[in-house]
């Protein structure tokens, strides 16, 4: 795991065009799938059903692709840290993809790269290019550019 540490919001204008990370991996498990599921109402045979699943397209049942991209948020803190900041907010995302899909018990990663900063009514709004892989894949699982603002 590799996480960039700034001192300060206004630090962030100085990191715009660089890497971040690798996080540390994340297995995703079918208990994981299917809390997902619940908490969405999406019960869909690919990612609740492993018989079923088994013979299906993928082998195996596979994580709902906004499950996957909603563990940006928990992969964020480990890629950057922003100190003597009062607050973070997540302000959107923009250019969500799903290439790969992952398969129940694949151990993900993420990665990012800092697309912009800017000042925004008192804080500063960074946009970061979250890449999240499953181990072995070919192709990423999930691109998506994050949004933050980061208040001092």
Not at 5 to 16: A, C, M, R
Not at 40 to 54: L, M, N, S
């Amino acid at each position: 795991m590799s996480k960039t540490i700034i001192d300060s919001p206004k630090e962030l204008l100085t990191i715009v065009g660089n890497t971040l990370g690798p996080s540390a991996p994340l297995t995703i498990t079918q208990e994981r799938i299917n809390q997902f599921a619940d908490a969405t109402g999406d019960h869909q045979w690919i990612h609740v059903d492993p018989e079923r699943a088994a013979t299906g397209p993928f082998g195996k049942t596979i994580a709902h692709g906004y499950l996957t991209l909603s563990l940006a948020n928990c992969f964020l803190p480990e890629l950057l840290e922003v100190r003597n900041t009062s607050m973070g907010v997540n302000y959107g995302a923009e250019r969500i993809r799903f290439p790969a899909p992952v398969p129940v018990g694949s151990e993900i990663t993420a990665s990012g790269e800092v697309i912009s900063v800017e000042e925004n009514k008192g804080g500063f709004k960074a946009t970061i290019r979250i890449t999240i892989t499953a181990a072995g894949a070919d192709r990423p699982a999930c691109i998506v550019d994050t949004m933050s603002i980061f208040y001092p």
